[in-house]
C-alpha cells in the first residue's frame, strides 16, 4: 500500500508560478515511478509529466513541456511539479500518482490505467 498526499496548490495569476508537491508512505518510495496529471471540469483525467524511480529520467505532455519540470527527492519521499509560465488552460486539479510496476519510464507511463494509487488531489487555478 502507497499513501499519497499533495499539497501546494492555489490561485496564480497568468504567468505566474506554483510548486506542487506530493509526499508518499509505505512502500519504498526509491522502487516505484511516480507521475502527475490533472483534471478539469468536463474533461478526462490527463497525463502531465512523469519521473522514473531514480529521478534519472522524466517526461512531459506536450502542453506542459519547457513550462513544467517533474523531480523528486527518494530521501524525502516526495515528488514535486514546478509549475512556470501558468496560462488559465492549467487550471486543474492535479493528482500524483504511483507506477509500482516499474522503475523505468515509457509511453505507459502517459496512461493513468498504469499508475496503482493516487492522491487526493490539489487545486491549481489561474486567472487571467
Known amino acids: 500500500q502507497v499513501q499519497l498526499v499533495e499539497s501546494g496548490g492555489g490561485l496564480v495569476q497568468a504567468g505566474g508560478s506554483l510548486r506542487l508537491s506530493c509526499a508518499a508512505s509505505?512502500?519504498?518510495?526509491?522502487?516505484?515511478?511516480m507521475g502527475w496529471f490533472r483534471q478539469s471540469p468536463g474533461k478526462e483525467r490527463e497525463f502531465v509529466a512523469a519521473t522514473s524511480s531514480s529521478g534519472g529520467r522524466t517526461m512531459y505532455a506536450d502542453s506542459v513541456k519547457g513550462r513544467f519540470t517533474i523531480s523528486r527527492d527518494n530521501a524525502k519521499k516526495s515528488v514535486y511539479l514546478q509549475m512556470n509560465s501558468l496560462q488559465p488552460e492549467d487550471t486543474a486539479v492535479y493528482y500524483c500518482?504511483?507506477?509500482?510496476?516499474?522503475?523505468?519510464?515509457?509511453?505507459?507511463?502517459?496512461?493513468?490505467?498504469?499508475?496503482?494509487?493516487w492522491g487526493q488531489g490539489t487545486q491549481v487555478t489561474v486567472s487571467s
Open positions: 509505505g512502500r519504498t518510495f526509491s522502487s516505484y515511478a
Open positions: 500518482a504511483a507506477d509500482l510496476s516499474r522503475r523505468r519510464i515509457s509511453a505507459a507511463q502517459a496512461m493513468s490505467t498504469s499508475y496503482d494509487f
